[in-house]
């Protein structure tokens, strides 16, 4: 698997590269944000680790700039405790957050876990003897391709969104409650204070169609979860 880190500290960006690379991923860097965007429209990755905080074009707008672009999965490096800049991260479509100063061995174990979902995860384990396409009320459901379209027309999702929508399909008109959506679209358990699912939930809305009546299509079912409505 191919990984850009995009990172000015050099020092940290050395010791990642090492380890990574110890744990079997082809590793390549960019030690600015305008370096790093041109490294990912001439080369191709499988994940890219973007560093928020960065002279001249920083995290921020290094993963606006790539969304326009590819829905290249994308993990940041957050100053610890920087709420907000996990929020916006999310809102602007990363995948997956960690704080700094990072253990190499987390970051290794998020690349994998960010990897697994990219390349089908939980969603598609239950897919693999389904039939290349699904049609649900408006929604065509391509499992094998990972691709969902609404009216025809493809929507455009990270991988994390990808397979949060998949689940919510496979239950459409039904409520999937938190911890179950985030076990089985995030692979991992859904903390108290952890705003991660909200996020994302908010970025798929503003790409579904609203219903006849206009309100949005995902519907939040307070202190439960969330339910996929048809028309």
Not at 21 to 36: I, Y
Not at 68 to 92: C, K, N
Not at 155 to 180: F, P
Request: proline share 4%; charged share 30%; net charge negative.
């Amino acid at each position: 698997m191919n990984i850009l880190l995009i990172d000015d500290d050099t020092e940290l960006t050395d010791l990642m590269r090492r380890f990574l690379a110890h744990e079997g991923f082809n590793v390549d860097s960019a030690s600015d944000g305008a370096s790093g965007l041109e490294r990912m429209l001439a080369e191709s990755f499988d994940l890219a680790v973007i560093d928020v905080m960065m002279p001249g074009k920083n995290g921020m707008d290094v993963l606006r700039e790539l969304r326009s672009f590819s829905q290249l999965p994308v993990i940041m490096l957050t100053a610890r405790g920087e709420e907000m800049d996990r929020i916006i991260g999310l809102e602007l479509g990363a995948d997956d957050y960690i704080p700094k100063p990072c253990n190499p061995r987390e970051l290794a174990a998020r690349i994998r876990a960010v990897l697994r979902r990219a390349e089908g995860g939980r969603v598609d384990e239950k897919a693999a003897e389904a039939p290349q396409m699904k049609m649900i009320a408006t929604f065509e459901w391509h499992p094998q391709s990972r691709r969902i379209l609404e009216n025809g027309e493809e929507i455009m999702l990270t991988s994390s969104e990808y397979n949060i929508l998949g689940v919510l399909l496979r239950h459409a008109g039904e409520v999937v409650e938190k911890d179950a959506l985030t076990e089985q679209a995030l692979g991992k358990r859904h903390g108290p204070f952890d705003r991660t699912l909200d996020v994302h939930i908010g970025r798929i809305r503003k790409k579904l169609s609203p219903l006849g009546n206009g309100e949005p299509r995902i519907k939040t079912v307070r202190g439960v979860g969330w339910l996929l409505a048809l028309d």
